[in-house]
């Protein structure tokens, strides 16, 4: 039973462009939520969260959204570099769980010149 | 202020042998994840520990595998008579405390692969 799901395994962006990576999921009791980046052969970097009280949250170039009602949240990186070429994981959790984590299977975004 | 460390980085086994995953938390960390990457797949949760205590092992197999985070050293995934379907890469991650605001941070993760 996939909670979390990311139904782009890859997405491609020139460079300069918006990148918007999507994520969905099933479980309502979910009230946190983050985005990993991974590097070949390297473990998951935290990038950005959002808890479920806000519909977004901004940090430089990365700003997540959450549309609860829908249980969808999104992604944008802008403007996309090179250096953001990766696998994108969105996470999830809710604090009956102490804090273990649900991940989607990952979007893995090529940002071309 | 060093990462989360994981040793060894790449581990062959032959069936049916053990496989022993070692992690060091960040300095101040005392809560300890473990996560298990299949091939083309997300990081699945499989232990929750703080120091000699397991407090969530609801994803971990029942048989052939355990964890223990000791009072001293490192905190270790031990996985006994390997099978060929064991083979994916395993994930540590730390955090000061649980709650928002307190990420957990991955180390590079071990590849386990068993022939």
């Known amino acids: 039973d996939q909670q979390v799901k990311q139904n782009s395994p890859s997405l491609s962006v020139q460079e300069g462009r918006i990148s918007i990576l999507n994520c969905d999921y099933t479980n309502s009791m979910f009230d946190y939520f983050l985005w990993y980046k991974k590097y070949p052969a390297e473990g998951p970097t935290f990038l950005i969260s959002?808890?479920?009280?806000?519909d977004k949250n901004e940090d430089g170039r990365f700003t997540v959204f959450l549309n609860k009602s829908a249980k969808h949240l999104s992604l944008h990186i802008v403007p996309s570099q090179p250096g953001d070429s990766a696998v994108y994981f969105c996470a999830a959790r809710y604090t009956g769980t102490a804090s273990k984590l649900t991940f989607g299977t990952g979007t893995r975004l090529q940002v071309t010149l | 202020n060093a990462g989360v460390m994981q040793n060894p980085r790449h581990l062959v086994r032959r069936r049916g042998q053990e496989a022993r995953l070692r992690c060091s938390p960040m300095?101040?960390?005392?809560?300890v994840y473990w996560y298990r990457q299949l091939p083309e797949e997300g990081l699945k949760f499989m232990v929750y520990?703080?120091?000699?205590?397991?407090?969530?092992e609801s994803g971990m197999p029942k048989e052939r595998f355990s964890a223990e985070f000791p009072k001293e050293g490192p905190s270790i995934l031990r996985i006994q008579q390997v099978v060929r379907g064991d083979s994916a890469a395993y994930f540590c991650?730390?955090?000061?405390?649980?709650?928002?605001?307190?990420?957990?941070?991955f180390g590079p993760g071990t590849r386990l692969t068993v022939t």
């Open positions: 991650a730390s955090s000061p405390r649980t709650g928002v605001g307190y990420e957990q941070y």
């Open positions: 520990l703080q120091k000699e205590n397991i407090i969530d």
């Open positions: 300095k101040g960390h005392s809560h």
């Open positions: 959002i808890s479920s009280i806000k």
